[in-house]
């Protein structure tokens, strides 16, 4: 099941998740039905979780020395990194 | 080196140097009534008077303008190329030159706007801005190229708008001129090293606000062609909302402001973030709501089941009967109690109809009337005997014997007593009774009348 879920994409997770909730709230299933349902949803939710999470939060500046391209990671200092002048 | 000014002041005050060079403003004539050419920055309107700087055409250079009393069919915006006159003067109190201005003509963008116009048609007649061409801009991307000034105040404003709402995304900033000569080739650069060596799912390219000429580079043939080819999908971001460059129409989304690039990069995450933790939340709830229901289900059941069950059953019995028991020991008392009053009733009736006092009443009666028999009767026995005596005395004195004795007699004929001779026949026997005895004889003669004559 994960890793055939896993090829689903993103928004059709979210859309799925929101079938899901609408049928949960409808209240017409049967307690079986509705823990079926809500497993569902609950991996879906994670599965969509992940990949919102799948990145750490990272900047990187690009800049061309010397006809070079120097890519340096200034995610901690970002200000540091950027000069405040116009 | 300093030049000794033998008159000048040892010290000043504020008031005396701003004092000094408000004169020295006012005097000099070469201030009076000049005209300048410049670019009209933030101009903004305070009652009746308009206020703005003045830039420079070519170089960085400003200077406050105020217009009283503005002529308002004159359209002034940001960006305006206009020719004022107007006289200089200096504030002692703030220290600062200002352009009073008289009047204000709009030269507008000259040759410049003219040639961008005719760029813009080229581009147009192209396709090059047709929609057909615009890519989808991803809804969650995770990687985004920024091609700006790693100096202006855009990458701040971008970076700030993301990971304010959204922390799990990476920005890759590709610093370049956003102004000047070199600036299209680098910004094109830019695009062209995400389209290459550092794949990311969207690029913002742009800059912040600035005077129309500093957006220019945004404007470049081969910075629009760029964008076009860009297998990537571009947002352009420059300057403010009311500035329009050949970037926004080329690129496949125009962002209003860099913040706004920010904002649409991240808003879908950052929905989708709060959607999943508002699914997480309903589905719990909508779980709890149907367990709760079955469970109130449950519990129905089962009282339901113990209503029904045998025990329960025997002892509703039990209580039935005992109703009923209660029920009709009630109507037999009932009744008994209704009996008993009827029997009350019918003694009392009776008791009301008692022979025992007509008896009395009869008895007394009675008494009185065999009482008064009784007396009577005495009365009547003593009446009697009264005249049975009288009549004995009588009797005795009229016995016959009696006379008898003193020599009557009496003659009988079968048992009769004669008083007439016709009673007899001679031949007859006859008894007579005198006062010792009898004597009987036979008739032999009769002769009436009753002379002695025998």
């Keep these: 099941m994960c890793e055939l879920q896993r090829d689903i994409k993103f928004e059709d997770a979210m859309k799925r998740l929101e079938e899901i909730v609408r049928s949960l709230e409808d209240g017409n299933l049967s307690l079986e039905e509705a823990i079926k349902l809500y497993e569902e949803g609950i991996r879906l939710t994670k599965i969509c979780n992940d990949i919102l999470r799948s990145v750490e939060k990272r900047v990187v500046l690009i800049e061309k020395l010397n006809g070079e391209y120097i890519q340096d990671d200034i995610t901690n200092d970002i200000y540091g990194g950027l000069g405040q002048k116009e | 080196m300093m030049i000794n000014n033998p008159v000048a002041k040892k010290e000043w005050s504020v008031y005396e140097l701003t004092s000094y060079l408000k004169k020295k403003v006012e005097m000099d004539v070469l201030l009076k009534n000049i005209y300048l050419k410049g670019e009209v920055i933030k101009p903004s309107v305070s009652g009746e008077h308009l206020y703005f700087e003045l830039k420079d055409l070519e170089y960085d250079a400003k200077i406050k303008c105020v217009f009283f009393w503005f002529d308002k069919s004159v359209e002034i915006k940001h960006g305006s190329k206009v020719l004022v006159k107007g006289n200089v003067i200096f504030y002692e109190k703030e220290g600062i030159i200002e352009l009073k201005v008289s009047e204000i003509t709009d030269i507008g963008l000259g040759e410049l706007f003219v040639k961008l116009k005719q760029l813009e048609e080229k581009l147009r007649q192209e396709g090059l801005f047709d929609s057909k061409y615009k890519k989808e801009i991803p809804r969650y991307p995770k990687k985004v190229g920024i091609v700006t000034s790693k100096n202006g105040a855009a990458v701040r404003d971008i970076l700030n708008t993301i990971y304010t709402r959204f922390e799990n995304i990476q920005v890759y900033i590709y ?59 571009v947002i352009s971001a420059v300057g403010h909302e009311r500035d329009y460059v050949l970037s926004d129409f080329v690129a496949d989304m125009r962002a209003i402001t860099p913040t706004n690039a920010g904002e649409i990069v991240v808003s879908f995450q950052n929905q989708a973030l709060e959607k999943l933790n508002e699914y997480q939340k309903s589905m719990k709830g909508a779980m709890e709501k149907t367990f709760n229901m079955v469970k109130e289900k449950v519990r129905m059941l089962q009282y339901k089941l113990n209503q029904n069950s045998p025990t329960n059953t025997i002892a509703k019995r039990a209580q039935d009967i005992d109703l009923y028991c209660h029920k009709l020991s009630f109507a037999i008392n009932k009744k008994l109690h209704e009996a008993h009053r009827n029997l009350k009733n019918f003694e009392k009736r009776l008791a009301d109809r008692n ?36 009549n004995l005395e009588k009797l005795i004195a009229l016995n016959p014997l009696n006379v008898l004795k003193r020599g009557y007699s009496i003659t009988l004929h079968n048992s009769k007593i004669l008083t007439t001779i016709a009673q007899v026949n001679n031949g007859d026997e006859i008894v007579t009774q005198l006062s010792d005895g009898i004597i009987k004889s036979k008739v032999f003669f009769k002769q009436e009348g009753a002379e002695n004559n025998v």
């Design chain 2, 355 to 390: 022979p025992e006092s007509r008896l009395s009443v009869a008895r007394t009666n009675f008494d009185n009337c065999s009482r008064r028999l009784e007396e009577a009767f005495k009365k009547v026995f003593l009446q009697k005997e009264f005249a049975y005596k009288v």
């Design chain 2, 175 to 233: 610093s370049c001129s956003v102004q000047g000569q070199d600036a299209p080739y680098e910004i094109c650069e830019g695009i062209e090293y995400f389209n290459t060596a550092e794949p990311v799912e969207v690029i913002i390219v742009g800059r912040g606000g600035g005077a129309f000429e500093d957006l220019m580079a945004f404007n470049s043939e081969m910075v629009v062609r760029k964008i076009f080819e860009s297998k990537i999908p």
